[in-house]
């Protein structure tokens, strides 16, 4: 008995080497040659990918992951960002944009419809950057606007009891209005971001800083005018960019991967509805500086 027993074993553990083996094979050899990945950054992006109710958002943290994954994967030889963005806030576009000059290989990116604002300010750390010719680019500003409410509550005799420790503390605060001391004050911030982003995308086009100046209205640009402003390289699709990206990769005939998270259909809806209750909890007086601006929707 003891005889068939470890005849058993043996034989056990040979099927559980030889399946190691080919599946360590498999994975090995399943990625061998070159390889061009496509990220995509969709909707409003912050840093961890929280966004309201009624708003799609992606997360910055997400985004460098696979961008770092995709710099140190030696089968990688270039990076597509497939940009479909309003923008998103400060920060969450910034990490995404320092991320992506840390990349060492070949990086296009492909604004499909929406490259604004801070997916602009993405955008333009890449080697080239590709628009279709009807997308919404530029839209160069930072946005740190919210609603008042402090005349409704006087219509509604509800008094602001203003208790604070700090005279400043309280600068953002729906329930009355800004003095003016305060908005020049929020104003100067707000334009020191400003002159960053501006100096960020002058570095990353190789534009003058009074050029891109020139476009910072928050103005955006259709993508066949960008091109003349220099605020694009090439009018194309994804297609037009992963062929690029090819050739400047001096790739011939590598494989396309997909940079995608799949998230089961449960976490999905927990996390939406994680995120709707705290939208309506968060209260009115929350204020998110951002460099977002929601474009003109366009329908045929």
Same mark, same amino acid.
């Given at each position: 008995?003891?005889?068939?027993?470890?005849?058993?074993?043996?034989?056990?553990?040979?099927?559980?080497?030889?399946?190691?083996?080919?599946?360590?094979?498999?994975?090995?050899?399943?990625?061998?040659?070159?390889? $061009?990945?496509?990220?995509?950054?969709?909707?409003?992006? +912050?840093?961890?990918?929280?966004?309201?109710?009624?708003?799609?958002?992606? %997360?910055?943290?997400?985004?460098?992951?696979?961008?770092?994954?995709?710099?140190?994967?030696?089968?990688?030889?270039?990076?597509?960002?497939?940009?479909?963005?309003?923008?998103?806030?400060?920060?969450?576009?910034?990490?995404?944009?320092?991320?992506?000059?840390?990349?060492?290989?070949?990086?296009?990116?492909?604004? +499909?419809?929406?490259?604004?604002?801070?997916?602009?300010?993405?955008?333009?750390?890449?080697?080239?950057? #590709?628009?279709?010719?009807?997308?919404?680019?530029?839209? $160069?500003?930072?946005?740190?606007? &919210?609603?008042?409410?402090?005349?409704?509550?006087?219509?509604?005799?509800? +008094?602001?009891?203003?208790?604070?420790?700090?005279?400043?503390?309280?600068? %953002? +605060?729906?329930?009355?209005?800004?003095?003016?001391?305060?908005?020049?004050?929020?104003?100067?911030?707000?334009?020191?971001?400003?002159?960053?982003?501006?100096?960020?995308?002058?570095?990353?086009?190789?534009?003058?800083?009074?050029?891109?100046?020139?476009?910072?209205?928050?103005?955006? &640009?259709?993508?066949?005018?960008?091109?003349?402003?220099?605020?694009?390289?090439?009018?194309?699709?994804?297609?037009?960019?992963?062929?690029?990206?090819?050739?400047?990769?001096?790739? %011939?005939?590598?494989?396309?991967?997909?940079?995608?998270?799949?998230?089961?259909?449960?976490?999905?809806?927990?996390?939406?509805?994680?995120?709707?209750?705290?939208?309506?909890?968060?209260?009115?007086? %929350?204020?998110?500086?951002? #460099?977002?601006?929601?474009?003109?929707?366009?329908?045929?």
């Amino acid at each position: 008995m003891n005889k068939i027993f470890r005849v058993l074993l043996f034989l056990g553990f040979i099927w559980i080497l030889s399946y190691a083996l080919a599946t360590l094979f498999f994975n090995a050899t399943s990625f061998i040659g070159d390889q $061009i990945v496509v990220i995509p950054i969709q909707g409003m992006i +912050t840093l961890d990918g929280a966004g309201s109710l009624f708003t799609e958002a992606t %997360s910055a943290h997400d985004i460098v992951n696979q961008i770092d994954a995709a710099n140190a994967d030696s089968s990688v030889k270039g990076i597509v960002l497939e940009i479909n963005s309003p923008g998103g806030t400060v920060m969450g576009s910034k990490v995404v944009a320092d991320a992506i000059k840390n990349v060492e290989k070949p990086v296009v990116a492909v604004i +499909t419809e929406y490259g604004a604002s801070g997916a602009y300010w993405i955008a333009s750390q890449a080697d080239v950057i #590709v628009a279709d010719d009807l997308s919404i680019v530029g839209s $160069i500003g930072v946005l740190g606007s &919210y609603l008042e409410f402090g005349g409704l509550l006087e219509d509604y005799n509800v +008094t602001y009891q203003r208790l604070v420790t700090g005279k400043y503390k309280d600068i %953002s +605060t729906p329930y009355r209005p800004m003095t003016g001391e305060e908005e020049k004050l929020i104003m100067e911030r707000l334009q020191g971001i400003h002159e960053y982003f501006v100096s960020e995308v002058a570095e990353g086009r190789g534009m003058g800083v009074s050029d891109v100046v020139a476009l910072s209205d928050g103005l955006f &640009y259709l993508g066949k005018d960008a091109v003349d402003l220099g605020l694009v390289d090439v009018l194309g699709n994804k297609d037009d960019a992963i062929n690029l990206t090819k050739q400047l990769a001096g790739v %011939s005939d590598g494989s396309v991967s997909e940079y995608e998270k799949e998230k089961p259909w449960y976490e999905t809806l927990s996390e939406y509805t994680s995120r709707s209750f705290f939208s309506l909890g968060q209260g009115i007086g %929350s204020v998110l500086v951002s #460099v977002n601006q929601e474009p003109l929707v366009f329908r045929a």
